[in-house]
């Protein structure tokens, strides 16, 4: 089984800063892409940033600048760096990873239950 939680998520004012963390445990044999999304309420979930397994990272435009992914393979593990934070980047953040579980070339999806970001003064 391969479990994704997320963590560090909050209440924070405008302009602060927060560091969310993923982390997958369980039978894993390697992750591809790691990926954060958010979901607003009543809006649909919205891919914010993602990394690959080389590093290459992008962006949704509206967090260019502000948010940084990065991971750490050997602990299975992303990380969001959210600065500059405001208002309308409160949401449900959620954590997507691709992971193979075997030396078989089959990869699924995880994703994790969600860490609730609140930006307001």
């Known amino acids: 089984q391969v479990q994704v939680v997320e963590s560090g998520g909050g209440l924070v004012q405008p302009g602060e800063s927060l560091r969310l963390s993923c982390v997958a445990s369980g039978t894993i044999f390697s992750i591809s892409a790691m990926e954060w999304h958010r979901q607003a309420p009543g809006k649909q979930r919205d891919l914010v940033a993602s990394?690959?397994?080389?590093?290459?990272?992008n962006y949704d435009d509206s967090v260019k600048g502000r948010f940084t992914i990065s991971r750490d393979n050997a602990k299975n593990t992303a990380y969001l760096q959210m600065n500059s934070l405001k208002p309308e980047d409160t949401a449900v953040y959620y954590c997507?990873?691709?992971?193979?579980?075997?030396?078989?070339?089959?990869?699924?999806?995880?994703w994790g239950q969600g860490t609730q970001v609140t930006v307001s003064s």
């Open positions: 997507r990873f691709v992971i193979r579980k075997t030396w078989v070339p089959q990869w699924n999806q995880y």
């Open positions: 990394i690959t397994s080389s590093n290459s990272t």
